[in-house]
């Protein structure tokens, strides 16, 4: 709805701030928005918030006067469908500049579609880090737009601060113009409520090589007042880190520099990295180490004396 009220104010920009018509508003309602979603309810409620905007857009008068206002948009404008499979079936027709995105954070390939669209990934580019579902929306978005159309798109904090996603991250930054990430994981239970946490960024990316010398943005979101009462959010001017390209793809450190406050702090972590870390000297040790822990049965108990060195006279 959001991305219909955009074309309805770029209509208006052009054509001296006008209303539109009602014949206005279903063409490019028609033949500008595609959306496609598994779920059917939410395809329903995307074509009824649909038909609220253009009820929003036109005057009272016009409106009350108005007949046969709202075209069908199920199984045309919006489509239940899993999305791999209507992009390789042609159903998203056209040119597509603009893909807005709220992909499934799931390490699991969930449709038929989707498990095809990964075998193709595969083929061409080896494995896809955890075989995370949201990272083969973002390749396959990138793919379907023209030169020069702009992405959008939700992904998991993973893509920036797990080690698993480093070369899929990397490659993607060195063959996309990565305009803006969005950086929201400050601000716990952004999207539910309850238990759920899911910490989330949003990469802004343009379909065309790098630009030369043009820097990334990476905007650190806070938790304020405004975002606990769902308003807006706050930023300042040092939540917005500029990162050349090249520091992008060189430096992993960056980003969680830059929830520090960024500048001298990636300088500081670096000099830190010049020391000898724990892991290598556990193995110059020749420790047993290992991550993670296992949590002990209950009932019986018995002795460890690997861990408590009972019996070793210290």
Known sequence: MEAYKRLILHWRSKHGWEKPTQDVLKELLVKRIRGVDIEPGAVEL???????AICDALDK?????SRKLFPMLIDGTVE????????EEGKIKGKVGVVLGNPPFISELTTEGAKRAYKDYQARHGKLPDRQLAYLFLH???ELLVKGGILSMVQQYNFLYNEKPLSFRQSFIRRWDVREILDFISIRGLFQKG???????????EKQEPKPGRPILHATFRRSGRADAEIGFDIDYYDMHWISHSTALEYDAVWRANLHGGGRVLGFVQRMNEFKRLGKYAKEQKWDFGEGFIVGRSGKRVKAPHITQAGSGS
């Open 195 to 205: 238990d759920a946490d899911t910490k989330a960024i949003v990469v802004v990316a």
């Open 46 to 52: 995307a074509a009824f918030s649909l038909c609220l």
């Open 61 to 65: 008068d016009v409106l009350k006067k």
């Open 140 to 142: 396959v978005s990138m």
């Open 80 to 87: 239940e469908s899993c999305f791999f499979k209507a992009v």
